[in-house]
Nanobody, 119 residues
């Protein structure tokens, strides 16, 4: 079973940037990887996904143009670059192994990292 560990969360002012990282316990070069988030009182929602080759990416409309997902398969790592953040981006962010970029959910999850955006 793949184990995922997120890092990079924290407190950031609206309009600022933050970079989240996800480290996997084993080689993930053949997996589609994604990021999800869950805000207080809300259900977990999809944020972004990247195919195993890195050639295909998919974003939620709410983050399109502001967030970028990338991967370094040789390092079993996936990243989420968050730019122009907004208070509504505040949530716990989770890294996940997915079946496809449009799967909508994950098969394996990390423990999450908190992102708080203040205005």
């Amino acid at each position: 079973q793949v184990q995922l560990v997120e890092s990079g969360g924290g407190l950031v002012q609206a309009g600022g940037s933050l970079r989240l990282s996800c480290a996997a316990s084993e080689r993930t070069f053949s997996y589609t990887m994604g990021w999800f988030r869950q805000a207080p009182g809300k259900e977990r929602e999809f944020v972004a996904a990247i195919s195993w080759s890195g050639d295909s990416t998919y974003y939620a409309d709410s983050v399109k143009g502001r967030f970028t997902i990338a991967r370094v398969s040789a390092k079993n790592a996936v990243f989420l670059q968050m730019n122009s953040v907004k208070p509504e981006d505040t949530a716990v962010y989770y890294c996940a192994v997915m079946r496809s970029v449009t799967a909508g959910t994950g098969d394996y999850w990390g423990q999450g990292t908190q992102v708080t955006v203040y205005s």
